[in-house]
């Protein structure tokens, strides 16, 4: 009887262990941000390195996050595979997946930059052979027009004022982001680059 409770938890001990390694970690997409974790880092400045890291490991594809560069003021995130995560494949597919995740993503997370992050030039993504960049006043200019008039840079810095911004449009953004029609103007105007390079 012994022997038997013995061997039961080390069956039960290996059942668990390759349920646990088994797990596939799941990409954050639109549907599924944590808003609120986004909230916390509003009025974050550009110099900020982990309050910046937090916010791009918050949106969409943030678990495929490589490494950023944050001279110049402009935030240039470079999504690709790092060591114990996911795997290239894994990471191609999230975001050339046939629906338009790559453009949508783009333009959500460059619209949450913009509110979170008020004294930033521009921002630009790259993953894979894909690059897009865009400037703050063009992204400014943007969400004006497709959400709600965006306060100032100063007041963005005044956490309170930001959240209300987010908690007032963060329907309207998700929407705008998934709109086939608001984002092929906006990538006719601010088109993302394929490098043959890399």
């Known amino acids: 009887m012994k022997y038997f409770k013995v ?36 009025g974050t400045y550009v110099g900020n390195n982990s309050n910046v890291v937090a916010i791009i490991g918050a949106l969409p594809g943030g678990e495929t996050f490589k490494e950023i560069d944050l001279h110049n003021k402009t ?13 290239e494949d894994e990471i ?12 949508k993503n783009f333009l959500y997370n460059a ?17 894979d052979d894909q690059k897009f960049s865009v400037s703050r006043q063009e992204m400014k200019q943007f969400i004006s027009k ?10 963005l810095f005044d956490k309170e004022k930001a959240q209300q ?12 982001a998934k709109s086939a029609a608001i984002r092929q103007q906006f990538f006719k105007n601010v088109p993302i680059i394929k490098n043959n390079n890399k």
């Open 7 to 42: 061997f039961f938890c080390l069956i039960l001990l290996i059942l668990v262990s390759i349920t646990g390694c088994s797990q596939k970690e799941e990409v954050t997409s639109i549907n599924n941000v944590d808003v609120k974790k986004l909230k916390d880092h509003s």
């Open 165 to 176: 911004f987010i908690d007032h449009n963060k329907e309207k953004i998700n929407k705008t």
């Open 75 to 87: 935030p240039k995130i470079m999504y690709g595979t790092k060591e114990g995560s996911l795997s």
């Open 92 to 103: 191609l597919k999230y975001w050339f997946d046939g629906k338009d995740t790559l453009e």
């Open 146 to 155: 497709n959400i709600q008039t965006l306060p100032d840079s100063n007041e």
């Open 111 to 127: 619209i949450y930059l913009t509110i979170l992050i008020p004294n930033a030039g521009g921002y630009s993504f790259k993953i």
